[in-house]
């Protein structure tokens, strides 16, 4: 038993040593490739890296819950995008002008709630019709997509509060806002997944549905408020983001829901659901940004960036199930 | 017994599928106390009857009484909040989830704002854990327990809710002795509580031995209720499948060939250690040995599907080895695996293509899948197994067990293997069919293939084999043949006690 215990800590504790391997090797390496004076590990870089991992970070904890519930969204760029256009439209409508600063938790909430709107009918649909999670929020992804670009064309939509971006730009404890709601979040959904009887119940459906379904655990209301929280939280990022930039293209968002699986998959989550953990997809969030800064550092350009990623993504993955094998007495495939 | 109120009765139970009438005005009373056997063969009705009861289908007609109270099922939840708890045979549980989190799921203990109790989840599953006498906590992840330890967690679900009628499904299947007699601890104290068990099996032994009466099944229609103190096998099986069952002995024996298969010193890391034995055409050999005593794995390992780390495997007096499950088959290895559904069948497919599925790559015509030859193997096979199904569009996994069991053989000797291992051959078959695949064993034998039979049913290896291996935790105990082999040296020789007081 105790044996277990161990295994299952080193499974855990694998993203986080991955993390510090590659603060070792671009320190070192930085050394000699570095294009700018500065060390890797310097103290407002790191910051600025927990900043950086924000957006995609918040959302990769919603898409943590969903799929460890057994489903996958897909549509959170596209939900990520519309929030950002209410939040920033939303502040131009002439009643809300009137309202002065007031105006800015208003943007908000209704930034929130259109998240909110998305994920339910996400989550409706999969509850109801019973069709693949893939498939709806295929569909949704390109049905909200679809919506971002009739809301304005082509034409990015822009509205710069300077209150806003004081907000987001401010530093607390010397963590910027976007940190701040990034590991807020990340505390309070694993509170949600290991204390309490939904996000138990949503072990239980991702683990074995049949034996969910058997044992009367609702199914669907669970699928239903975790497609909910994901649009909640792609709202949330967007938020964070658009509050500080003031514009938004009808493209952003774009691949964030591959970028936040890819985060998810390197902190250990199961695609098949039922195992993961929110800490684990932290940590998955900040080794992808390290990697991102990390090479940017040692000099090189976007596009290897990314395929250094996807390879040790597929490397990472490959480690972890010979790591799980058993040696010669498991069973060959 | 007569003048107490029934803890359940079932009366005029109908449920229809499409084109089959499942259950056809099935009646069934259960007192307190007693424990009822519901017995029939495969596809006549039990487990619908059972998730009738349990919640989880809706009768066409009829009406379910608890405690002479006119009840309707809507759901599980529903049916275990009436007192009613079905324990199923297929596992249902999340295995990366706590023994505790199991138990309970579905109705954790709830704090404010929706937490879960944690220390009152873990004393109650401590509580249950300690009346059922086994040897894991109430924190172990599911996933690292045996397949008996999961189903004795399985079992203590019964035991959160204050029970009226309890429903075993074939609750032995995976159970070692030693557990059978905890579980049969707990249904007697079930019993002694007040509570009716309905206890489904297929184990005659058992049947007797625990229970108080029996109702038998057939074809969807109630055949009547015999008192168990008052019946013997017979009687029953002839209710089950109309005829009686021939269940003695192997005594015929056929002329032996030369050694198809031969095993030396073979190892496996820790699950076997220095097995020897050998096989000859004509013969059937049977593996008899406990839960976990390394027979299945011994299979996969001459199946090429694990990686010998000492010994030798000679095949024809040709010393061989078997890197994959392709290399077995092509060199005439052929496996029947323990678990029918899961490694044997893929049962979303049609019987024609699940029996034609090794070979389907040699079927064709031009670049396409010639669908005439797959139709005249499935035809060849389905006449000589005796295989009972509608056509070969069939999906498998709607077909009984006995029959789903004949496809997977059917598979493999359209191969034309020189060896068949056959594991666990009956697990959750009924007797009719039982008996139709034993004969078949014994008849293959006869035609030359060299037979392994792997089974944890002694009646099943003394009916069947020429030669018994008997095996301890990873190592031959002991090998006996037929004339020589008596029910009391095989069962000390599977728990390790040979040698030392024969």
């Known amino acids: 038993m105790k044996n277990e215990t161990r295994a299952n800590l080193i499974k855990q504790g694998a993203i986080w040593a991955f993390i510090l391997v590659e603060l070792a090797f671009f320190s070192i390496a930085g050394e000699f490739l570095s294009v700018t004076e500065t060390a890797f590990m310097d103290f407002d870089n790191m910051l600025l890296l927990l900043k950086q991992s924000a957006p995609i970070g918040i959302i990769a904890l919603g898409m943590t819950i969903i799929m460890i519930n057994g489903n996958i969204d897909l549509s959170v760029g596209a939900t990520f995008a519309l929030a950002a256009i209410v939040l920033l439209d939303s502040m131009t409508w002439p009643f809300m002008q009137t309202l002065g600063n007031w105006a800015i938790p208003l943007a908000w909430l209704f930034a929130l709630a259109t998240g909110v709107v998305l994920g339910a009918i996400s989550g409706l649909i999969v509850w109801k019709t019973g069709v693949d999670a893939f498939i709806v929020t295929l569909g949704s992804m390109l049905g909200y997509r679809g919506l971002v670009f009739m809301y304005n064309g082509e034409q990015p939509t822009s509205h710069l509060n300077w209150t806003l971006v004081d907000f987001a730009e401010a530093q607390f404890l010397g963590l910027h806002t976007a940190t701040w709601f990034l590991l807020g979040a990340a505390i309070l959904l694993w509170l949600l997944m290991t204390r309490t009887v939904h996000g138990r119940n949503a072990y239980a459906i991702g683990n074995n549905r049949d034996a969910a379904v058997n044992a009367g655990i609702r199914v669907g209301p669970h699928f239903l408020w975790n497609f909910m929280l994901i649009g909640f939280l792609a709202a949330l990022s967007a938020v964070v983001f658009y509050s500080e930039s003031g514009s938004v293209n009808p493209n952003d968002g774009m691949l964030y829901e591959l970028w936040a699986i890819t985060a998810v998959v390197l902190g250990g989550t199961k695609l098949s659901g039922g195992y993961g953990s929110i800490i684990s997809t932290l940590g998955g969030v900040i080794a992808i940004q390290l990697l991102r800064k990390g090479l940017g550092h040692i000099g090189a350009d976007t596009e290897t960036v990314n395929l250094v990623i996807g390879l040790i993504l597929i490397a990472v993955l490959f480690l972890d199930r010979q790591l799980n094998r058993k040696g010669k007495e498991e069973l060959r495939t | ?502």
Not at chain 2, 69 to 78: A, E, W
Not at chain 2, 138 to 163: K, W, Y
Not at chain 2, 368 to 385: C, H, N, P, T, W
């Open chain 2, 1 to 502: 017994m007569t003048d107490q109120t029934p803890a359940l009765r079932l009366e005029g139970i109908v449920k229809t599928f499409p084109g089959v009438r499942a259950l056809d005005g099935v009646s069934l009373t259960v007192m307190p106390g007693e424990v009822h056997a519901l017995m029939g063969e495969n596809g006549a009705g039990k487990s619908t009857l059972m998730k009738v009861l349990g919640g989880i289908l809706a009768p066409n007609e009829g009406q379910i009484f608890i405690e002479e109270q006119p009840t309707v099922m809507s759901s599980p939840m529903n049916a275990k909040a009436k007192g009613v708890v079905f324990i199923h045979q297929e596992l249902s549980l999340a295995d990366e989830l706590t023994v505790a989190e199991n138990i309970f799921l579905g109705e954790l203990p709830k704090k404010s704002f929706g937490r879960v109790d944690w220390q009152r989840l873990y004393d109650e599953t401590d509580a249950i854990l300690k009346t059922l006498n086994v040897g894991f906590a109430a924190r172990t992840r599911v996933g690292d327990l045996s397949i008996a330890n999961q189903q004795m967690v399985e079992i203590a679900r019964a035991l959160t809710v204050e029970p009226r009628a309890v429903i075993f499904d074939e609750p032995t299947a995976s159970l070692t002795d030693a557990e059978k007699v905890v579980l049969f601890e707990v249904i007697a104290d079930l019993q002694s509580r007040g509570v009716g068990v309905i206890y489904i099996s297929h184990r005659m032994e058992e049947i007797f031995k625990i229970t108080d009466r029996i109702s038998v099944l057939r074809d969807g229609q109630y055949r009547g209720t015999l008192n168990t103190a008052e019946t013997n096998e017979e009687e029953v099986t002839q209710l089950m499948i109309g005829r009686t069952l021939d269940l003695s002995r192997n005594e015929s024996t056929h002329e032996l060939g030369e050694v198809a298969l031969e095993v030396r010193g073979l190892s496996c890391g820790g699950l076997f250690e220095d097995v020897s034995f050998s096989v000859r055409r004509g013969e059937v050999v049977g593996f008899y040995g406990l839960v976990g005593a390394g027979r299945t794995e011994i299979a996969e390992t001459l199946f090429g599907l694990r990686e010998p780390s000492a010994g030798t495997i000679h095949l024809a007096g040709e010393e061989v080895s078997i890197h994959s499950p392709a290399d077995a088959i092509k060199r005439g290895i052929s496996l029947v695996p323990e678990d029918r559904k899961g490694q044997g069948l893929i049962l979303g497919m049609n019987c024609r293509d699940n029996m034609t599925l090794p070979q389907v790559s040699d079927l064709t015509a031009g670049p396409f899948v010639s669908d005439g030859a797959e139709v005249a193997i499935f035809d060849q096979y389905r006449d000589k197994l005796d295989i009972r199904t509608p056509g070969w569009r069939q999906l498998v996994g709607n077909l009984s067990g006995g029959n789903q069991q004949k496809i997977v053989i059917g598979k493999w000797l359209s191969m034309r293997p020189e060896v068949l291992i056959v594991d666990e051959p009956t697990r959750g078959i009924d007797v009719g069919s039982k008996s139709e695949i034993h004969n078949l064993i014994r008849e293959l034998a006869a035609q030359g293939y060299a037979v392994i039979v792997i089974s944890s049913e002694m009646p099943e290896v003394l009916h069947v084999s020429d030669r018994i291996v008997a095996m301890f935790s990873g190592r031959v105990m002991r090998e006996f043949t037929a004339e020589e082999v008596t029910e009391d040296s095989l069962i000390q020789a599977i728990s390790g006690l040979t040698g030392k007081t024969a």
